[in-house]
C-alpha cells in the first residue's frame, strides 16, 4: 500500500534548499542587471548629450548669432531646451535616463554638460553599443543597429576622444570566414567623414596578424608594425583557426613621452594578454581634435561595447 502512494508536496528541508538557492541566484542576477541597466541609461544620456550639443551649434550657426552666450537672456536649461524645440532644432525634451542625473548649459563653455560626468573623475563614457544608434555619430560605408551592438561588414564610425593620454577597450567579434577584419582608431583627427588621418589598430584575419596601420586625409598607408605567431604566441598560427571569429578585449593605453615632439607610446592587450609594449610613434592630433571609433572590411564584425578612460 506504501509503495504505491503518491508523494504530493515538498519536505521542510527541501523547500530550506529551494529558498536558499534562489536568493544565491538573487544576489548574484540582481547587481549584475542593476549595473547593466544603470550602464545602458548612461550611455543613453551620453549620445543625448551629444545630439543636445549638435542641436545648439546648429542652432548658433545657422541664426547666426554672435553674442558671447547662445541662449544670452535665457535664464533656465528648461527654457533653452524649449527654445531649440520651438525654432525645429529639437524634436522633443530631451531628459536623462540615469537617475538624479541632469544635463546643464555650462555659460562659460558654451556647451551642453553631463552631471554624472561633474560628479566622478571619469570624463569620458562608456559605451554600451546594444542600447545606442550608430546615427548618433559619424560613420561612412554599411551600419546596422543589432540586439548586441553596432554592426558592420565595410565603413567607419568615429567617436570624441578629447584626450592626450587614454586607454580604449573594445569588445568586439568578427564573423567567422578566412578573411576580413576590424580596426579601432587612435590619435585620429578628422576633417570630416571621409577625411580621416591618424593611426589604425588592425585585428586583421586576411594576414593573419595584429597590424598598424597610419591613415592619411582618409587613405590607408602601408602597415608599420605587423605581429604574427611568431612574435606573440596568442596569435594563431593559422588564420582558419576559430579564434578569429571569438569575441575579444583590445585594450589600447596610449601615453605622452614628449609633449613638445608628440612623440607618445602605445602599449596593446588582447583579452589582459600584452601583446606589445611601449611602441613609439609620433602623433600630430590635437585633443581637442581626437577620435576614436572603428574600421571595418571583409565580412560583418559586431562592436559590443568600449570604455575610454
Same mark, same amino acid.
Given at each position: 500500500?506504501?509503495?504505491?502512494?503518491?508523494?504530493?508536496?515538498?519536505?521542510?528541508?527541501?523547500l530550506?534548499?529551494?529558498?536558499?538557492?534562489?536568493?544565491?541566484?538573487?544576489?548574484?542576477?540582481?547587481?549584475?542587471?542593476?549595473?547593466?541597466?544603470?550602464?545602458?541609461?548612461?550611455?543613453?544620456?551620453?549620445?543625448?548629450?551629444?545630439?543636445?550639443?549638435?542641436?545648439?551649434q546648429?542652432?548658433?550657426?545657422?541664426?547666426?548669432?554672435?553674442?558671447?552666450?547662445?541662449?544670452?537672456?535665457?535664464?533656465?536649461?528648461?527654457?533653452?531646451?524649449?527654445?531649440?524645440?520651438?525654432?525645429?532644432?529639437?524634436?522633443?525634451?530631451i531628459?536623462?535616463?540615469?537617475?538624479?542625473?541632469?544635463?546643464?548649459?555650462?555659460?562659460?563653455?558654451?556647451?551642453?554638460?553631463?552631471?554624472?560626468?561633474?560628479?566622478?573623475e571619469?570624463?569620458?563614457?562608456?559605451?554600451?553599443?546594444?542600447?545606442?544608434?550608430?546615427?548618433?555619430?559619424?560613420?561612412?560605408?554599411?551600419?546596422?543597429?543589432?540586439? /548586441? =551592438?553596432?554592426?558592420?561588414?565595410? =565603413?567607419?564610425?568615429?567617436?570624441?576622444?578629447?584626450?592626450?593620454?587614454?586607454?580604449?577597450?573594445?569588445?568586439?567579434?568578427?564573423?567567422?570566414?578566412?578573411?576580413? =577584419?576590424?580596426?579601432?582608431?587612435?590619435?585620429?583627427?578628422?576633417?570630416?567623414?571621409?577625411?580621416?588621418?591618424?593611426y589604425?589598430?588592425?585585428?586583421?584575419?586576411?594576414?593573419?596578424?595584429?597590424?598598424?596601420?597610419?591613415?592619411?586625409?582618409?587613405?590607408?598607408?602601408?602597415?608599420?608594425?605587423?605581429?604574427?605567431?611568431s612574435?606573440?604566441?596568442?596569435?594563431?598560427?593559422?588564420?582558419?583557426?576559430?579564434?578569429?571569429?571569438?569575441?575579444?578585449?583590445?585594450?589600447?593605453?596610449?601615453?605622452?613621452?614628449?609633449?613638445?615632439? =608628440?612623440?607618445? /607610446?602605445?602599449?596593446?592587450?588582447i583579452?589582459?594578454?600584452?601583446?606589445?609594449?611601449?611602441?613609439?610613434?609620433?602623433?600630430?592630433?590635437?585633443? /581637442?581634435?581626437?577620435?576614436?571609433?572603428?574600421?571595418?572590411?571583409?565580412?560583418?564584425?559586431?562592436?559590443?561595447?568600449?570604455?575610454?578612460?
Open positions: 500500500m506504501n509503495k504505491n502512494r503518491t508523494r504530493k508536496g515538498f519536505t521542510l528541508v527541501e530550506i534548499v529551494v529558498v536558499a538557492v534562489l536568493v544565491i541566484l538573487a544576489s548574484v542576477a540582481i547587481p549584475n542587471f542593476v549595473f547593466i541597466s544603470s550602464k545602458a541609461a548612461i550611455t543613453t544620456d551620453i549620445a543625448n548629450l551629444r545630439i543636445l550639443n549638435n542641436a545648439t546648429y542652432y548658433k550657426i545657422t541664426k547666426n548669432i554672435k553674442s558671447e552666450d547662445i541662449f544670452n537672456g535665457i535664464g533656465s536649461d528648461l527654457d533653452r531646451i524649449i527654445k531649440l524645440i520651438n525654432e525645429g532644432y529639437l524634436a522633443e525634451e531628459e536623462t535616463q540615469k537617475n538624479d542625473t541632469f544635463f546643464y548649459w555650462n555659460v562659460a563653455s558654451q556647451k551642453w554638460l553631463y552631471s554624472l560626468l561633474e560628479l566622478t571619469t570624463p569620458l563614457p562608456s559605451y554600451l553599443f546594444s542600447g545606442l544608434d550608430y546615427e548618433n555619430y559619424l560613420y561612412t560605408g554599411n551600419w546596422d543597429n543589432s540586439k /548586441e =551592438g553596432f554592426s558592420s561588414r565595410y =565603413g567607419l564610425l568615429f567617436m570624441d576622444n578629447n584626450k592626450d593620454e587614454y586607454t580604449i577597450s573594445t569588445k568586439a567579434q568578427l564573423a567567422e570566414g578566412t578573411y576580413g =577584419g576590424y580596426g579601432i582608431l587612435f590619435e585620429t583627427s578628422l576633417v570630416d567623414e571621409d577625411h580621416d588621418s591618424g589604425v589598430l588592425q585585428f586583421d584575419r586576411g594576414y593573419n596578424a595584429i597590424i598598424i596601420r597610419p591613415r592619411n586625409n582618409g587613405n590607408e598607408e602601408s602597415p608599420v608594425l605587423v605581429l604574427r605567431n612574435d606573440c604566441p596568442l596569435i594563431p598560427e593559422n588564420k582558419e583557426d576559430d579564434w578569429w571569429s571569438q569575441e575579444h578585449e583590445i585594450t589600447l593605453q596610449v601615453n605622452n613621452i614628449d609633449t613638445d615632439s =608628440g612623440n607618445k /607610446e602605445l602599449s596593446v592587450w583579452d589582459n594578454d600584452s601583446i606589445l609594449d611601449d611602441w613609439y610613434f609620433e602623433s600630430n592630433t590635437e585633443s /581637442e581634435n581626437n577620435y576614436t571609433g572603428f574600421r571595418s572590411w571583409g565580412v560583418e564584425t559586431t562592436y559590443k561595447e568600449m570604455d575610454i578612460e
